[in-house]
């Protein structure tokens, strides 16, 4: 993260204590009460500490600030973005969807934990998220409910789940505009809901959380495109995982159908739409250095 300034590199450095502090507290809730689910609560806290750049959170966290609200308030809101987020991947790597050995530089889940509690333990972090929020004393119960209706809406059948049916069951007919539907599903969703989150806990007018989605929804296509980008041209060693995979899975990409250049170009677009959408919110810049970071990420 070498573009940010000294003041957004002491602000990611607190959010990102914060956010590891408290995924850490309710992490050791569960083992500590685990007794014959030691292996399930094991294999939840291997994949959620096994690093990654906590992007959901920190968003959640920064658009509650930007919305002149408390990011105490925001907490359990970020965690649990981050639990359904690494639920998605535990699945995701499993044999019956892509099938990869690798994440975040260490054996993905079931290569560690076996097939079974692989499948276990992203239940049960999507389980936990929910949990979380609902029992957070630091937010009215209606504040709550508004959190998890906003997340539930983007992790279902018609947000990133829905993105990933599209990914598994269209990809031999795979056109732009259904890959972008694709993107904006099953990348784009989370997102949404990381910047709406944190619209929400701080008590934003609705005004605001339309400005979010506009600013999310051209930050998950401009994400997934680098992804994808990755694929093709990343460092196996940054990235913790290895590349091509897209290609020998046979898969249509952004990159893949446009050509690297292309994509690059189209990604750096949509990164000056985010950031135009930013405009609306006060004391944008460590988002904004955020936003330039991922448009220029090698991992
Ligand atoms: C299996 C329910 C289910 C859903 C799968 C989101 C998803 C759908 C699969 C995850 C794999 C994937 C390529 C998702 C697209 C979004 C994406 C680029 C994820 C990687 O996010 P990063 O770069 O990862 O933020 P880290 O490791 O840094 O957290």
Known sequence: MDNFSEKSRARLDTLTRLIQSSLDGYMNEQTEKADKQKKVAEAMAYSLSAGGKRIRPL???????????????????????????????????????????????????????????????????LNLAYGIISRDERISPETAIKLIANLTEAVGVFGMIGGQVIDTDYDGDMDEKLLLEMYSMKTGALLKTACQMGCIAAGAEEAKLEYAAVYAEKLGLAFQIIDDILDITGDEKLLGKPV????????????????????????????????????????????????????????
């Open 244 to 299: 091509g995979s897209d290609k020998e899975c046979g898969k249509v990409t952004y990159a893949s159908l446009k050509g690297v250049e292309a994509a690059r170009e189209a990604a750096r677009r949509l990164t000056d739409e985010a950031m135009d959408a930013l405009s609306h919110f006060e004391d944008t810049e460590f988002l904004k250095e955020l936003t330039m970071f991922l448009l220029k990420r090698e991992y």
């Open 59 to 125: 968003l959640v966290l920064e658009f509650c600030r930007v919305c002149g609200g408390d990011v105490n308030s925001a907490v359990s809101a970020a965690c649990a973005l981050e639990m359904i987020h690494t639920f998605s991947l535990i699945h995701d790597d499993l044999p019956c969807m892509d099938n990869d050995d690798y994440r975040r530089g260490k054996p993905s889940c079931h290569k560690a934990y076996g097939e079974s509690e692989a499948l276990l333990a992203g239940d049960a972090l």
